[in-house]
């Protein structure tokens, strides 16, 4: 068995800016590898950085830059000539003005982050292609992962376009939609009758075994948290280079909501805007809600839970970045909340009928939250919000399965049509 910290055998590593993995709890730094445990306290690690560009010699870099994820390749953990090479190439999806939904909630300037619009339809894509550049680049020749639905489909895709072996991992009783569109890129697909978490176990066991299968968001996790950042570097640039007062994010592991708070922070840093102070807020199913639970009550500690929830791709119920968002939240004057299974579903069909976004459960999980937010007083409806969408409610079609269908069937005639009332306003 080798340890989590052994590396298959790679002869340079180019990550571009990133020179080292430095532990979140002590601060320990470690060479750039497949690690991802300190070495000294066994905390998390994550990517350390020397930027060379800032200011606006930077946004120069990044404006000249494809219309891609790799047009911030300054800021990620990624080889310089990243865009060269064979990948999926999320990235730049749309920021919609949500005015009809602002109106409807009694907000002032409102934005959807929609990242379906990504080659496999959700957000995962964005930090897969991080986690298989660094991949590569560190010699591995399988990419591998558990998943609760949209990474299984991110990973798949990736690892048919790189021309590399895939092997995806996902709770048997996920979506079908979800299973047959990971299935149909043709890698290894292993349903477990298990939880993600019970999975997730699994695959850290696996990962000791397999020496050249890189586990995504296991042993090559650093990198591929990374590709969150994306996230608050798209929403930067798409506001004409400024911070939005508040944001709303889906929590899964968590990782994607600390990622966009790392990405703004950055975006200060580096000079590209004004470092002005933002709001975090954090969205949770009740029926797996462990970090809103902390939260509510003051706990530093996330005590994991059994999920059950139809909000699948955010069940996970010992969440490995749960303790980071309770910081980022609590620091930046935000919150924590969750909403029912019937609140998401509300909160599903509440987006498609104002904006004509079809969120999946996880989109219905945060403008449900958003709505809470503002009922609650928690979340001011005159700052500028940016919620995000993290996927695309083709893929969560049984959620809302009854819940919505024709306004009336009929014979194909005219005096039907006019019977049935359809020609007056409804």
């Not at 660094?134 to 990474?151: D, E, H, I, K, Y």
Request: glycine share 10%.
């Amino acid at each position: 068995m080798t340890s989590v910290l052994s590396a298959p055998a790679s002869t340079s590593v180019d990550l571009g800016p990133a020179v080292a993995l430095s532990c979140r709890e002590c601060g320990n730094r470690i060479e750039l590898g497949p690690y991802y445990a300190c070495t000294e306290c066994f905390g998390p690690l994550e990517v350390a950085y020397e930027f060379t560009s800032r200011g606006e010699d930077l946004t120069r870099r990044i404006e000249a830059g494809p219309q891609n994820i790799w047009r911030y390749a300054p800021l990620l953990p990624v080889p310089g000539d990243i865009a060269g090479t064979p990948n999926i190439n999320p990235g730049q999806t749309k920021l919609v003005r949500a005015d009809n939904l602002a109106k409807e909630l009694g907000m002032r300037r409102l934005w959807v982050k929609d990242d379906s619009g990504n080659p496999t339809h959700s957000f995962k894509d964005r930090v897969v292609a991080v986690a298989l550049a660094a991949a590569r680049q560190l010699g591995f020749t399988v990419l591998a992962c558990p998943s609760t639905g949209n990474l299984a489909n991110a990973v798949a895709a990736a690892a048919a376009r790189a021309g590399i072996r895939s092997v995806v991992m996902i709770p048997s009783n996920l979506e079908q939609q979800k299973i047959l569109t990971t299935a149909a890129s043709g890698g290894t697909l292993v349903a477990v009758d298990g939880t993600y978490d019970d999975i997730n176990r699994l695959a850290g066991e696996i990962a000791a075994e397999q020496e050249d299968w890189a586990f995504v968001n296991v042993n090559v996790r650093p990198y591929y948290a990374e590709g969150s950042k994306t996230l608050a570097f798209e929403v930067a640039e798409q506001l004409g280079w400024r911070l939005p007062d508040q944001v709303v994010v889906p929590i899964a592991s968590g990782a994607q909501l600390v990622k966009i708070d790392k990405g703004f922070t950055e975006l200060g840093e580096l000079g590209l805007v004004d470092a002005t102070p933002y709001k975090v807020f954090g969205a949770q199913a009740t029926g797996c809600s462990p970090v809103a639970e902390a939260f509510k009550n003051g706990w530093d500690v996330v005590k994991p839970v059994r999920p059950d929830t139809i909000a699948k791709s955010l069940a996970i119920g010992n969440p490995a970045d749960g303790p980071y968002v309770l910081d980022v939240t609590r620091r930046t004057g935000g919150a924590v909340e969750d909403v029912s299974d019937d609140e998401v579903i509300e909160g599903i069909k509440l987006l498609a009928r104002t904006e004509g976004i079809f969120g999946e459960t996880a989109g219905g999980v945060t403008i449900a939250t958003l709505r809470k937010l503002l009922a609650t007083g928690q979340l001011d409806p005159d700052a500028e919000t940016v919620v995000f969408n993290t996927g695309d409610g083709l893929k969560t079609l049984d959620a809302i399965a009854g819940e919505v269908g024709p306004t009336a069937t009929i014979k194909p005639t005219m005096s039907a049509f006019e019977a049935a009332g359809l020609t007056q306003p409804r």
